[in-house]
Structure formats: structure tokens, C-alpha cells
């Protein structure tokens, strides 16, 4: 979350404009009665407002928010049927770390956790140990952890509790890897980007290594492209180091969005459990899990893979809680939520799902690349995402153009520069979720339409001052 500093203005609005700040018919009965003035917005109010009144000037600010059924930056979910809003209104009020007293809902994240431990192929379901988090950030912090802990024990005998071991990952990844490293005092070395490549590439990724590594990130579908990186392959290029050299390198996969895709659309894939070198796995619940936000898993492949001291057993409310997620109080009504679609979709409802997403994607890519005035970077065909820029001969305007023009219809598509080594490649991403429909597709499709014209009559790009572009980590 962003930090946010208090309201930098010394003195408030004035009286005339606080009165006419306010709806008059926003008055409890009669509007020309008590509610002569809207309430500060920076200080608490000397009062109580009436429930009908506090909602009605909430709303009409959040108003101004964008759509989010129109926001083809983030990967959240951002629908879902009217019985799932239902059940989490049900589940709201109930903190999820009461496990005795809300035993059924920590029965479901059980079973959620059970679910996915099959899904990704885990030697023996019932073993794999997992839990629910707030998202893939909480999810990853844990898995760093565990990786950093089992390095620690494994050399214990040569390092003291002051050494600094690394974490290998490529530069695409997300930016609550960034935080880990930083948290935890690992350091961060990162597979730079490189031509065509944009995301990690198996062998540098094995050179990065030593003895210091706790282990190396590989991630199913970087949120930069879309593209799934080359698991199989990381580990096989670590499964040579360790024969050269000794180095027993773990794997952890953040499969925040593809961990929720692959299992249904490339199940020739092997990218998860089945891989001996993958010790954990991560996902957003929140994304191609197609829940609300916020709810993240993170699954080991054996209790052998999460060390003891990282788990916490509390005497809590009468009884003894095993815990080691970061976060304690949090509401139960996303993981009810999880299970609620796990239960209604199963396998077939969810390769139904992500296929319509990836057709949506695929679709939309090659429509948007038969303009002529675009270039493809991926196409949707492995998250339903997909990237392009500019083509090569295009002077008249860039994608920071397309994006603020597109912004004027309510559609919210980033643009952004890539890092390390394509800092001179800036790119539009649209990600396709359930709920983005074919029409909806088709209307994005007629607005870029009627832009394009515009924007080709340009001189030059109205966007020159690459250092204020402001990049998209979602």
C-alpha cells in the first residue's frame, strides 16, 4: 500500500463551499433542516451523520475512482457471481485466525490448501503444508523465509547468523520480491532483461549461484508480458550446477497468476511439484483464482520444506493454533469465497474460464496487430495477457500517447518502460480477466479505432520526458 502523509492544507475549504459541498436532499427528513455544511475532510467531524447521509457523500467521491471492469492494467478479480458476494458478506465479521471459534472456516482454507496441493502435483497431497495470506506478496515473504531459514541450517557450521545470503530471480519480477530482499537482508541478484528475452533465462540464472543462494525464483507469467519463464529448464540448468559443484539449489515458482492457468490450459506443461527442485509454490487467489481481493496461497512440497521455527503455536482463545502466515487478524470471507469457486467450477469450470480469457486475449492481439501500427511482444497464449509497442517506423506517437487517449474513453491501459537491459522499450499491457468479455473486447477495439486517426496526425509524441513514466507492478 502507498504511505499517505496528512492533508497538506493549513487552513479547510470555507464555509460557503463546505455548504455547497452538500446535497440538500442528503438531510435525514427535511432538506432544508439540519444539514447545513459537509463535514471536514481531514479531521474527525465534532458529531455523528446520519447512516443515509455518511454513505451518500462517500459514494459520490468514489465516483470519481476508474471502473474497474474497464481496468486492463491489474490482474485482480474484479466480478464474481452474486452468490459469492453473499457468502462473503456472511463471512465479513469473522477473523480468520479464530480457529476455535470459527472451526468450519479454517476447515475450508484445510481443504483449499488439499486442493491446490493436488492440483500441482504434490508427491503426496495430504502431506504438502500450506496456507491462505493476504495475497502473493504475504505469500512470497513466506516462502523467501523458508528458504532463507533452511540455507541458515544447512550452514550453520560455516556461516554465522550475520551472513548475507543472495536470492537469484530475474529482473521482471514483482516488486514485493524487491521488498523481500530488502526486509530480510538477502541480496537481490537479478537476471537482466536481453533482445527478445524478457524474462529469466535458465542458464544466467544458474551462473548468478554459489553457496550463498538460498534458492532461485522462476515465475509463471511475468506480469511485464505475460510470459510463462522456463521452469523445467531452470531446474535442469541447476540439476547440472549441483553435479558440477555440490550446490543443492532450491526452486520457489510465483505462480501468482499462472499457478491458477497452467493446470487447466497447458497441462503438458511441468512447471510445478513434479519437479523434484521445486520446493514451494505461490498464487493470488485474488487473481486467475477469480476471487476478490485479498487472499494469496502458498503451498510447500513437504513439511521437510517449512522449518519448525517458523511456525508458531499459539495458545489462543482456549486452545492450541498452529500459524505462520505474517499477518494474524484478517477476514475469513475471501478464503470462503475460494472455496465457494473451487466448489463451483471445478476442473472443467475453470479450463472453461481461463480458455475464454485466453481467446479473448489471443483474439484482441491480433486484431490490434492487423492495424499495422503496433508490434507483438507476446500474444496472450500463455497468460491471457499480452504486451506490444509501437511499430519500428511509428514517429507520430508512442504508447504513453495511446494509454492517456484510451484514459479518455474509461479504459485504464498501462504503458510503461521495461528495466534492465530494454530500458529503451516502452510497451502497452492489457490483461484479459474473467468478466473482460469478447464485446467488451470489440468496444475497445472501436475506441482504439476512432483514436488512431488523431493520433497518426500527431508531429510527434506528446509524451517526451521518459524519466516521469511511471511503471505498472500489479
Known amino acids: 500500500m502507498p504511505l499517505h502523509q496528512g492533508s497538506n492544507h493549513v487552513r479547510g475549504p470555507s464555509e460557503k463551499r463546505r455548504r455547497l459541498a452538500l446535497n440538500p436532499f442528503f438531510g435525514e427528513a427535511d432538506p432544508t433542516a439540519t444539514m447545513t455544511s459537509a463535514p471536514p475532510r481531514h479531521q474527525l467531524p465534532d458529531g455523528p451523520l446520519p447512516p443515509s447521509t455518511a454513505r451518500g457523500l462517500v459514494h459520490d467521491e468514489l465516483m470519481l475512482d476508474g471502473n474497474a471492469r474497464l481496468n486492463l492494467a491489474t490482474f485482480v478479480t474484479t466480478w464474481m457471481e452474486p452468490e459469492a458476494d453473499s457468502l462473503m458478506g456472511e463471512c465479513r465479521d469473522k477473523n480468520m485466525i479464530d480457529k476455535d471459534e470459527y472451526p468450519r472456516t479454517a476447515e475450508l482454507e484445510r481443504r483449499c490448501v488439499s486442493m491446490l496441493a493436488n492440483l500441482w502435483n504434490a508427491p503426496d497431497p495430504s502431506a504438502a503444508v500450506g496456507c491462505s495470506t493476504t495475497g502473493s506478496s504475504e505469500a512470497c515473504m513466506l516462502a523467501g523465509l523458508a528458504l532463507k531459514r533452511r540455507w541458515a541450517a544447512r550452514n550453520a557450521d560455516r556461516y ?18 524487491d521488498k523481500f530482499c530488502n526486509f530480510w537482508e538477502v541480496e537481490a541478484r537479478q537476471v537482466p532483461m536481453e533482445g527478445s528475452r524478457f524474462h529469466l533465462d535458465p542458464q544466467a540464472a544458474a551462473d548468478l549461484c554459489d553457496e550463498n543462494t538460498i534458492g532461485v525464483v ?42 491458477m492457468v497452467a493446470p487447466f490450459l497447458d497441462e503438458d ?57 505474517l499477518n494474524f487478524s484478517r477476514p475469513g470471507a475471501q478464503v470462503v469465497a475460494q472455496y465457494y469457486t473451487f466448489l463451483r467450477l471445478g476442473r472443467e ?3 472453461a474460464v481461463q480458455q475464454a480469457s485466453r481467446d479473448v486475449a489471443s483474439t484482441l492481439a491480433a486484431q490490434i496487430e492487423n492495424l499495422g501500427d503496433f508490434h507483438l511482444l507476446t500474444r496472450g497464449d500463455e497468460l491471457p495477457v499480452f504486451a506490444l509497442t509501437t511499430a519500428p517506423d511509428m514517429r507520430a506517437y508512442d504508447v504513453f500517447d495511446v494509454s492517456r487517449r484510451l484514459r479518455e474513453h474509461g479504459w485504464l491501459v498501462p504503458a510503461y518502460t521495461f528495466p534492465a537491459n530494454r530500458q529503451d522499450l516502452s510497451v502497452l499491457r492489457v490483461v484479459c480477466r474473467n468478466g473482460f468479455s469478447s464485446d467488451l473486447a470489440e468496444l475497445l477495439m472501436e475506441d482504439l479505432r476512432l483514436l488512431l486517426p488523431d493520433l497518426r496526425s500527431q508531429r510527434h509524441p506528446l509524451s517526451q520526458d521518459r524519466d516521469v513514466q511511471t511503471a505498472f507492478h500489479h
Not at 287 to 297: A, F, I, S, T
Open 160 to 177: 554465522p547468523a550475520t551472513a548475507r545470503p543472495n536470492l537469484v530471480m530475474g529482473i521482471n519480477v514483482q516488486i514485493c520480491w
Open 218 to 259: 522462476g515465475i509463471l507469467g511475468s506480469t511485464f508480458d505475460g510470459s510463462y519463464e522456463p521452469i523445467a529448464e531452470l531446474c535442469a540448468a541447476l540439476d547440472a550446477l549441483q553435479e558440477r559443484t555440490g550446490l543443492d539449489i532450491p526452486v520457489h515458482v510465483d505462480g501468482a497468476s499462472g499457478a
Open 269 to 325: 506443461l511441468v512447471w510445478d511439484f513434479r519437479l523434484p527442485r521445486v520446493s514451494s509454490i505461490n498464487t493470488s487467489g485474488h487473481k486467475y483464482g477469480l476471487v476478490y481481493p485479498g487472499v494469496g496461497w502458498v503451498l510447500w512440497r513437504s513439511p521437510a520444506e517449512l522449518p519448525e521455527e517458523l511456525v508458531f503455536r499459539v495458545n489462543y482463545l482456549g486452545g492450541d493454533m498452529p500459524t505462520f502466515a
Open 349 to 351: 469450470g475453470y479450463r
